[in-house]
């Protein structure tokens, strides 16, 4: 697939996500990974992550590195982390990344609702 055309879309998709207030960035110190949480009346979703080089593991290991952190602070807080995904291996990936969530098939197009609720004193993992 020839993807290179669409790279203005992607660029300007790229730098709206980029301005959304309540969006947080976490990257690797070797700038080759990153992940986008954006905080909503609806909870956390993960709104993107990319990595300079797919399938190489760098985002998986970022997710694995953030995760900890990310499912404290979402505990305390008292809200859902959640993202949506047209890939069910990703789905899959984050549902073992994130403990507690839930991967499911979310509507006809094949697309994948990954929710995790907040967990209270006493839930194990």
Excluded at 15 to 29: A, H, M
Excluded at 46 to 68: E, K, T
Excluded at 97 to 103: D, E, I, L, R, S
């Amino acid at each position: 697939m020839v993807w290179w055309p669409l790279w203005p879309v992607l660029a300007l998709t790229q730098i709206l996500l980029f301005d959304q207030s309540g969006t947080r960035y976490y990257v690797t110190q070797e700038r080759d990974a990153a992940v986008a949480v954006v905080s909503s009346a609806s909870g956390w979703k993960i709104i993107d992550h990319v990595a300079r080089n797919i399938g190489q593991g760098r985002g998986a290991s970022l997710l694995a590195r953030v995760s900890p952190a990310l499912t404290a602070a979402a505990d305390r807080a008292g809200t859902i982390i959640w993202a949506r995904t047209r890939s069910k291996k990703l789905a899959m990936r984050w549902e073992a990344t994130f403990p507690g969530t839930v991967a499911s098939e979310n509507g006809p197009f094949g697309w994948w609702r990954v929710e995790r609720a907040p967990m209270t004193m006493g839930e194990d993992a």
